[in-house]
């Protein structure tokens, strides 16, 4: 008895911990926003506020499949290339078979799926740390992304070369159904963004996936000795983390109206320090999807308004370290205390 209210009461102090660094998130949000505004009467406008939305859908992508793994105890240096073969893939589906936009989506996410599942076996059967597993798979992406392209773009066709009225590949980021329904000009992409996260959050907190994706990040041998098959469940979380990288390619493709080969370096980094940022620990076991939504918003205003006040691109970089160490160390902080 006394084991279970032992346990019982961590996982509330563990709950409550990251719930408090979950609102100061928030609050550093807000607390820029209003930094900014002050600070520039072209920050709070409704195009700069777009444009804020607009860059975070990326990375708030990635973010939210890095969340899962992360959970987990885990990390994956490859969501950023992954997306750039899943932008490759889709342009080859689309522009070299002649397939159908709506297969070359589905063959852009199938490919990342692909790339995270293979992650998960290198890391459950093979036993290779997350660090080097993801790392390897980083460079073996980032290579086929170069050779399947011949290392040139692949461009989509764009509204000029299509029949008028018909759908382009563009439309997925940049169109917007919201503007013929309500009447307000909000990017698809946004509006893609909020609809993951909530599937992603659904995921984490009301399926078994969710459960064990904590269990495992809480204390993986426990689980193991439960009789939960650790090995599938970790190839699971994996695996969809590279599905949300392979929508992150789409995503990205769409909106730059082609298929960069060399595009995807550092996406990882920002990924991974979103969800930090969001109040996700690295050494697993806690995490929310909403805390790593409003980390990728802070990581766009911080960028946009630095870039907006003229601050120098360097600077900009080293400013977002910083706030990165603050992330994780207020994280040490809030490990000690539970």
Known sequence: MSVEVSTTNKQQVRFKSG????????VSLIALVLVFTFASENFFVF????????????IGVLA??????????????????VMTFSMVMTGVVINFWNLPIPLGIVGGILAGALCGMLSGLAVAKMKIP?????????MITKGLSLVISGAKPIYFPSKSEVPEGSFVFADISRGSIAKSIIGVEIPNAVLILFGVAII?????????????????GSNEEATRLSGVNVNF????????????SGIAGVLIASRLGSAQPATGAGYELDAIA????GGTSLSGGQGTILGTVIGALIMSVLT???????????????????????AVYADILRRRKA
Do not use: C, H
């Not at 195009?47 to 990326?58: E, K």
């Not at 992603?200 to 495992?216: D, S, W």
């Not at 979103?274 to 940022?277: E, L, P, Q």
């Open 130 to 138: 997350p660090f080097i597993a993801t790392l390897a798979m980083m």
């Open 19 to 26: 719930k408090l660094q979950q609102l100061l998130a928030f």
């Open 233 to 244: 469940w970790k190839v699971t979380i994996y695996t969809i983390t590279g599905a949300f």
């Open 274 to 277: 979103a969800v930090v940022i």
């Open 64 to 81: 939210l499949g890095s969340t899962f793994v992360i959970i987990t105890g885990g990390i994956d240096l490859s969501v950023g290339t």
């Open 200 to 216: 992603a959050g659904l995921i984490l907190a009301k399926t078994i996936i969710g459960r064990y994706n904590f269990a495992i």
């Open 47 to 58: 195009d700069n506020l777009m444009g804020i939305l607009l860059s975070t859908a990326v």
């Open 304 to 326: 946009n308004g630095l870039r907006i006040l003229s601050v120098p691109q360097e600077w900009q970089m080293v400013i977002t370290g910083f706030v990165v160490i603050g």
